[in-house]
């Protein structure tokens, strides 16, 4: 009992190790979020200000959690143990919740697609939601500068690199869909990465910490038993 004990402690050492270097990612990835987001020109806001926040004070919580965890393992005082593998699980469906939404991102937005049905309507000569796209995503139309050609349009300035469409080299081939989605696809890949390694890591934590519970209280009650 004593050599399952002291396993599921090193287990659990190693468990808080792997998770506090997880929970630095975390901070180092919303700390890049951000620090992107500023060097951008003519940005434009899908929650990603919000989601950089989170993901800082996600992993400021994860720190302190495995140093709880930790001062936890060493008392062996189950209250604490149990309180811990509780904040795992906590934080493991919050984590979820997260990487679930990251996950549901690469889906455009409501006022893109209305400025692609805004380019179709002959009624609208003038796209002011689309432009604003096409000046930050450097792009042209739904999918390519063909779309305003076979509406007969004049190609705006946003589909052109500081507005100088007299340059034929200027102009941006790509289309709005494609490059918003490629954008998204790259801002959250290393979100993605780090919680496929913290997800199983709070996973097999509470786990761990459970037995180790249950493993302090057998071996007390053959202490007490025997005594």
């Known amino acids: 009992m ?3 004990t002291r396993l599921l402690r090193y287990i659990l050492c190693v468990i808080n190790l792997i998770y506090a270097l997880n929970g630095c990612l975390l901070i180092w990835y919303g700390a890049w979020l951000l620090d992107s987001i500023a060097e951008q020109l003519n940005f434009v806001d899908h929650g990603e200000n ?4 989170l993901c800082i004070l996600l992993g400021i919580v994860v ?3 495995s140093v709880f965890g930790t001062v936890a393992l060493i008392k062996e005082c189950k209250r604490l143990l149990i309180s811990y593998a509780v904040l795992l699980i906590v934080l493991l469906i919050i984590q979820f ?3 679930s939404i990251a996950a549901s ?3 455009l937005p409501s006022s893109l697609k209305q400025g692609f049905d805004d380019l ?3 009624q609208q000569r003038l796209n002011s939601t689309l432009n604003i796209y096409e000046e930050w ?3 042209c139309g739904r999918n390519s500068p063909e779309d305003y050609i076979l509406l007969d349009r004049n ?8 507005r100088d469409c007299t340059n034929p080299m200027n102009l941006f081939m790509d289309g709005c869909e494609q490059k918003f989605k490629l954008y998204v696809n790259g801002r959250t890949a290393t979100f993605h990465t780090i919680s496929w390694f913290l997800i199983p890591t709070e996973f097999m934590g509470s786990v761990a910490t459970c037995y180790l519970v249950d493993s302090i209280r057998n071996h007390r009650d053959r202490v007490r038993f025997y005594n």
């Open 105 to 107: 991102r690469d889906t």
């Open 120 to 122: 179709w309507d002959p």
């Open 97 to 99: 919740i997260m990487f």
């Open 50 to 53: 919000l989601a950089s926040t």
């Open 137 to 139: 995503l450097q792009c």
């Open 63 to 65: 720190i302190i959690a």
């Open 2 to 4: 004593y050599c399952t």
């Open 155 to 162: 190609l705006p300035a946003s589909c052109c690199l500081e």
